[in-house]
Nanobody, 123 residues
Framework: VQLVESGGGLVQAGGSLKLSCAAS????????IAWFRQAPGKEREAVST????????QYADSVKGRFTISTNNAKNTAYLQMNNLVPENPPTYYC?????????????????WGQGTQVTVSS
């Protein structure tokens, strides 16, 4: 099982980035997917989740209206479109699969992570 996040980088405040999570080694369309982020010295926090059928999404209050999660089952890839980014301690974004139709917002319930991709927003 492998997860590879990409798409992070440096962007100005108010800008956009689209993160990708390429998955392999499991039946992608049977898993819910979650995006988390972790800044230095802070706990990993949930950003967004999407159910295995794509019909149910969840967002952290801090990103509602700015971020959009999606999946492409044909490409075994999940995405996180991030708009109107704000400056903050550069977090690393991680994706994680959940072997249930609907994903949890608790990082403690996940045991498989990618290497992460860092997002830096300059002011």
């Amino acid at each position: 099982v492998q997860l590879v996040e990409s798409g992070g980088g440096l962007v100005q405040a108010g800008g956009s980035l689209k993160l990708s999570c390429a998955a392999s080694g499991f039946i992608f369309n049977e898993y819910a997917i979650a995006w988390f982020r972790q800044a230095p010295g802070k706990e990993r926090e949930a950003v967004s989740t999407i159910s295995s059928d794509g019909g149910i999404t969840q967002y952290a209050d801090s990103v509602k209206g700015r971020f959009t999660i999606s999946t492409n089952n044909a490409k075994n890839t999940a995405y996180l479109q991030m708009n109107n980014l704000v400056p903050e301690n550069p977090p690393t974004y991680y994706c994680a699969p959940k072997g249930y139709p609907v994903a949890s917002m608790s990082a403690a319930t996940y045991n498989l992570w990618g290497q992460g991709t860092q997002v830096t927003v300059s002011s």
